[in-house]
């Protein structure tokens, strides 16, 4: 059943709100309604998961915020770029992380979200609209998998396991880019190409410092005995800390291989320089000889006796070829071009 009242929405007409509240016998999906009704609709003998999308509308942060007694401080954190951590209060636990979408020409596109689990509620705020979750809504909808049949801690898992899913994505495009740039460096090394290293060297920093402080925030989530964490789901999310262990090795790979196509980037470009300066040399070696015959019969004294020979000229071109054919040819066989 999908309730829709009077919208409350951005300025430029986006929802901002949603609420999907389900248990194994029915599913609701409230949206387009004002926080204060909105809030009205939490059922407490079912999972209720209430999303915002933009952080702008301080009305509506304040609202959710009194209705769930929640710290000034973690709304602080809601608004302000933090690393991903967990943290336990006493009638709620905080998670917050990065959710990539993709990574193009322009970088990594992500956004900050972060949930507050409650005993019978999750709330997330988003930065921005869209997420990666429209496929689980619909899972819900249909009940399909384990997710009705269970609390909402197991609701902030699956949630966490499809940001998590998603960032095997955006590596997967990362290793495509290190072999474009392989490919690259290895043919055509241009100012270009070490860009678009610098810039991927960058983008995994960023990876790494997404994905280090999330293990860190999952393995808390393990280890300590947290109210609202059940112990039958831990194994889902020590499920995920395996994932995310395993993308930290991914990233220190790709890192390694991204510092290695800078050193081959760089010798790329000093072989292409000392071929240029050989060709260079060559022809500079080349002209020597030719340039001194040119500069001695450019003198202008008058008893110079080849100047009065009648094949003069034409003898002084075919010694000058005879010099450039022998001196390309020693150089040849000296293998020097």
């Known amino acids: ?24 016998e029915s599913h609701d999906k409230i949206d387009c309604m004002a926080v204060n009704e909105l809030l009205q609709q939490l059922k407490p003998d079912r999972v209720n998961w209430i999303n915002v999308d933009g952080l702008n509308n301080q009305d509506v942060i304040e609202k959710i915020q009194s209705h769930f007694c929640l710290h000034s401080l973690l709304i602080d954190d809601v608004l302000s770029d933090q690393r991903p951590k967990a943290e336990d209060f006493d009638d709620y636990l905080f998670f917050t992380m990065k959710m990539l979408h993709r990574i193009d020409g322009t970088g990594i596109h992500y956004e900050q979200i972060s949930f507050v ?15 990666l979750f429209d496929g689980f809504r619909e899972r819900i909808r249909l009940d399909l998998g384990r997710v009705r049949k269970r609390q909402a801690d197991y609701l902030l898992y699956r949630l966490i396991d499809i940001i998590v899913e998603n960032y095997y994505n955006v590596l997967d ?23 678009r290293i610098q810039k991927l060297k960058k983008e995994l920093i960023f990876l790494r410092k997404a994905l280090y ?29 395996d994932h995310v262990v395993h993308l930290i090795d991914s990233v220190d790979t790709y890192r390694d291989l991204t510092a290695g196509l800078m050193d081959a980037h760089i010798n790329a470009m000093n072989t292409r320089m000392n071929e240029v300066m050989r060709v260079l ?21 008058h008893h110079m006796p080849e100047l009065s020979w009648h094949w003069g000229y034409y003898g ?9 054919i022998g001196m390309l040819g020693f150089f040849r066989y000296k293998k020097w071009f």
């Open 316 to 324: 002084v071109w075919a010694i000058m070829a005879m010099l450039v």
């Open 117 to 131: 689990l409650g005993k019978n509620y999750l709330v997330s705020f988003q930065e921005k609209e869209g997420d």
């Open 1 to 24: 059943m999908t309730v829709t009242p009077v919208a409350a929405t951005h300025p430029d007409g986006r929802e901002i709100l949603e609420l999907i509240s389900y248990n194994r």
């Open 281 to 301: 040399t060559v022809i500079s070696t080349i002209f020597m000889p030719l340039t001194f015959i040119v500069g001695v019969y450019g003198m202008n004294f």
């Open 173 to 195: 495009r990362v290793g495509d880019l290190v072999e474009d740039i392989e490919e690259t460096v290895y043919e055509s090394p241009t100012n270009q190409t070490f860009h």
């Open 213 to 241: 402080p999330l293990r860190d925030a999952l393995g808390k989530i393990i280890k300590d005995e947290w109210e609202f964490v059940h112990e039958e789901n831990l194994r889902f999310y020590s499920d995920v800390y």
